[in-house]
Nanobody, 125 residues
Framework: QVQLVESGGGLVQAGGSLRLSCAGS????????MGWFRQAPGKEREFVAG????????TYTDSVKGRFTISRDNAKTTLTLQMNSLKPEDTAAYYC??????????????????WGQGTQVTVSS
């Protein structure tokens, strides 16, 4: 059974940085897209960043471009999200996600097949 476990959340002041990690078990990282979503209180879960299969092309939502970086280490089956210049509006529960198959360039607009349990990120002003 596929399990995704996030770590690295916490409390940080505005302008600070955090690094989220997602460890996978029994899952082939190398050929399937993975990504990060977030959900703030009272809001819908939203896509944050994604990384495709072979070649590792990346996609970001506009509000995090230039501040967040997604990367993957297939050998270690680890997905990371480096978050810099954090803002209070980045406060949310962050979820690691994975898709079973690569459905095309806009894979990130489809519902992932697997989710982690989430890790809380709180940015104080």
């Amino acid at each position: 059974q596929v399990q995704l476990v996030e770590s690295g959340g916490g409390l940080v002041q505005a302008g600070g940085s955090l690094r989220l990690s997602c460890a996978g078990s029994e899952y082939s990282f190398s050929n399937n897209p993975m990504g990060w979503f977030r959900q703030a209180p009272g809001k819908e879960r939203e896509f944050v960043a994604g990384i495709g299969r072979i070649g590792g092309s990346t996609t970001y939502t506009d509000s995090v471009k230039g501040r967040f970086t997604i990367s993957r280490d297939n050998a270690k089956t680890t997905l990371t999200l480096q978050m810099n210049s954090l803002k209070p509006e980045d406060t949310a529960a962050y979820y690691c996600a994975a898709w079973k198959y690569y459905s095309g360039t806009y894979y990130y607009t489809t519902t992932p097949d697997y989710w982690g349990q989430g890790t809380q990120v709180t940015v104080s002003s």
